[in-house]
């Protein structure tokens, strides 16, 4: 596959854009692959990615039943941070965080990685507690992020409330090189790399079934036809548990809808993130100029991917209270996603009661910013049939075992 460059855009721009090729294959499945990947959002994507790249294994189909990045990969805020309060998830997500600093340099694509400094504000005593317990614990984990006072608030963020007609802002926790980065980007990047290693990404290709034989997986049924495996890996966030039944097992897992939220472009006004997770709301500014708005988890299951109005006026509330400026805009366009939530509010990267039968699911609201160390993590439990460092925190056993690892301060709200 050709380099994307400067000078392939000259020579582009010189000739009309007529000579751009495809940037990944759409081939028909093959009867049979070493490993197939149902999902193709970041987290399977990327596994994919470090299957090829890390262990040298590339006869592999990700299956995606819509769109590749269709999915929370394509619907969300795009908050990439990594100032968790556990250490297993300190690792995986600082792990992710790191290799966001040279996704674009490595996958050849540009994903816009923005570091431009991630804010949780602190609006009660109990949330500055939680937060200084963080700086701390991240202190000792090697995780730059640090506890700043109100006036520094302001200074990095001037169109913010610090009074608030319900919460005073008493600080925030920061960190200077969290971001975003362009979802999307993301997912077509890994796509480009994993198709230029000789994988098959197969869209529109559901997954209806799973056959095993002698407590092993052999094959999954699809609306394409049977596809044989020798491993096979479920990556389908919000979709987990139905495809768990499958297989035959149940997962301590609840999708709910998120949703988010964009108003209509306006000249630079904020350019840090801002998440305010006592009153709900939180807000980034893209490059366009659209507010980048989302708030918390719907408060029932369910599997449709849409917005409400409800939800529109409590998180606009919400961020009216913080940033009073932005009460005269127009909202342009809301959406939801489905997301896997664990009780723990921790991921699974696992193995399954069905031998070669692995599983990536339970990010929640938080897990665009984990892609790459979640696929790091998961590509070596793929490969090896064992979780690696990154992973062994996070296997299915620690909610029989109860070995939880409670990121309900990090991730209860945050994203
Ligand atoms: C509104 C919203 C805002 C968010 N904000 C943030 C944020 O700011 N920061 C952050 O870090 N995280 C955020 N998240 C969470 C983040 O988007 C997800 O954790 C992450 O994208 C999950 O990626 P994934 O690859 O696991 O899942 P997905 O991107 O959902 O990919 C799973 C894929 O599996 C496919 N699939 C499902 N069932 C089948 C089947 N039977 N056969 C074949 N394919 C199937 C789906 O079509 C889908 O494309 C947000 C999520 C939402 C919805």
Same mark, same amino acid.
């Given at each position: 596959?050709?380099?994307?460059?400067?000078?392939?855009?000259?020579?582009?721009?010189?000739?009309?854009?007529?000579?751009?090729?495809?940037?990944?294959?759409?081939?028909?499945?093959?009867?049979?692959?070493?490993?197939?990947?149902?999902?193709?959002?970041?987290?399977?994507?990327?596994?994919?990615?470090?299957?090829?790249?890390?262990?040298?294994?590339?006869?592999?189909?990700?299956?995606?039943?819509?769109?590749?990045?269709?999915?929370?990969?394509?619907?969300?805020?795009?908050?990439?941070?990594?100032?968790?309060?556990?250490?297993?998830?300190?690792? $995986?997500?600082?792990?992710?965080?790191?290799?966001?600093?040279?996704?674009?340099?490595?996958?050849?694509?540009?994903?816009?990685?923005?570091?431009?400094?991630?804010?949780? &504000?602190?609006?009660?005593?109990?949330?500055?507690?939680?937060?200084?317990?963080?700086?701390?614990?991240?202190? &000792?984990?090697?995780?730059?992020?640090?506890?700043?006072?109100?006036?520094?608030?302001?200074?990095?963020?001037?169109?913010?409330?610090?009074?608030?007609?319900?919460?005073?802002? &008493?600080?925030?926790?920061?960190?200077?090189?969290?971001?975003?980065?362009?979802?999307?980007?993301?997912?077509?990047?890994?796509?480009?790399?994993?198709?230029?290693?000789?994988?098959?990404?197969?869209?529109?290709?559901?997954?209806?079934?799973?056959?095993?034989? #002698?407590?092993?997986?052999?094959?999954?049924?699809?609306?394409?036809?049977? $596809?044989?495996?020798?491993?096979?890996?479920?990556?389908?966030?919000?979709?987990?548990?139905?495809?768990?039944? =499958?297989?035959?097992?149940?997962?301590?897992?609840?999708?709910?809808?998120?949703?988010?939220?964009?108003?209509?472009?306006?000249?630079?006004?904020?350019?840090?993130?801002?998440? #305010?997770?006592?009153?709900?709301?939180?807000?980034?500014?893209?490059?366009?100029?659209?507010?980048?708005?989302?708030?918390?988890?719907?408060?029932?299951?369910?599997?449709?991917?849409?917005?409400?109005?409800?939800?529109?006026?409590?998180?606009?509330?919400?961020?009216?209270?913080?940033?009073?400026? $932005?009460?005269?805009?127009? =909202?342009?366009?809301?959406?939801?996603?489905?997301?896997?939530?664990?009780?723990?509010?921790?991921?699974?990267?696992?193995?399954?009661? &069905?031998?070669?039968?692995?599983?990536?699911?339970?990010?929640?609201?938080?897990?665009?910013?984990?892609?790459?160390?979640?696929?790091?993590?998961?590509?070596?439990?793929?490969?090896?049939?064992?979780?690696?460092?990154?992973?062994?925190?996070?296997?299915?056993?620690?909610?029989?075992?109860?070995?939880?690892?409670?990121?309900?301060?990090?991730?209860?709200? #945050?994203?």
């Amino acid at each position: 596959m050709r380099r994307y460059s400067a000078f392939a855009i000259a020579r582009e721009a010189a000739r009309y854009h007529t000579g751009w090729e495809r940037a990944w294959r759409s081939p028909a499945p093959k009867k049979e692959y070493d490993v197939i990947i149902i999902g193709a959002g970041g987290h399977g994507l990327a596994t994919a990615y470090y299957l090829g790249k890390n262990h040298g294994i590339t006869n592999i189909a990700v299956l995606e039943k819509g769109w590749l990045g269709g999915g929370n990969t394509g619907r969300n805020t795009t908050i990439i941070r990594s100032n968790y309060l556990q250490d297993a998830s300190a690792a $995986i997500y600082e792990k992710a965080r790191s290799l966001y600093e040279t996704m674009s340099q490595d996958l050849n694509m540009n994903v816009m990685f923005s570091p431009r400094g991630v804010m949780m &504000l602190a609006q009660t005593e109990a949330e500055k507690r939680g937060y200084l317990r963080t700086a701390h614990a991240n202190a &000792l984990q090697g995780v730059q992020t640090d506890f700043i006072p109100p006036a520094r608030v302001k200074e990095l963020v001037p169109i913010i409330n610090l009074t608030g007609p319900r919460y005073p802002v &008493l600080g925030a926790l920061w960190q200077a090189r969290g971001g975003t980065a362009r979802h999307d980007a993301v997912a077509w990047g890994y796509a480009r790399a994993c198709s230029d290693m000789g994988m098959d990404i197969i869209q529109k290709c559901e997954v209806t079934g799973i056959e095993q034989a #002698a407590g092993q997986v052999t094959a999954v049924q699809t609306t394409r036809g049977r $596809i044989g495996c020798g491993k096979l890996a479920m990556v389908v966030a919000g979709h987990s548990t139905a495809l768990a039944d =499958m297989a035959g097992f149940r997962l301590p897992i609840e999708s709910v809808p998120l949703q988010a939220l964009v108003s209509e472009p306006i000249k630079p006004a904020i350019n840090v993130v801002v998440m #305010a997770n006592t009153v709900h709301g939180y807000m980034s500014q893209s490059d366009k100029g659209e507010l980048v708005i989302g708030g918390g988890a719907d408060g029932y299951n369910s599997y449709t991917q849409r917005g409400s109005f409800h939800h529109v006026e409590e998180t606009v509330r919400a961020l009216v209270e913080t940033f009073p400026m $932005i009460s005269r805009l127009k =909202m342009m366009r809301q959406w939801g996603g489905i997301v896997d939530m664990t009780g723990d509010r921790s991921p699974i990267l696992s193995r399954t009661p &069905l031998g070669g039968c692995f599983i990536n699911a339970g990010w929640g609201t938080g897990g665009f910013k984990s892609i790459p160390g979640s696929g790091w993590a998961m590509a070596e439990l793929v490969a090896n049939g064992t979780p690696g460092s990154l992973a062994s925190a996070f296997g299915l056993e620690r909610f029989r075992e109860g070995r939880f690892i409670d990121e309900s301060v990090a991730a209860g709200v #945050a994203h």
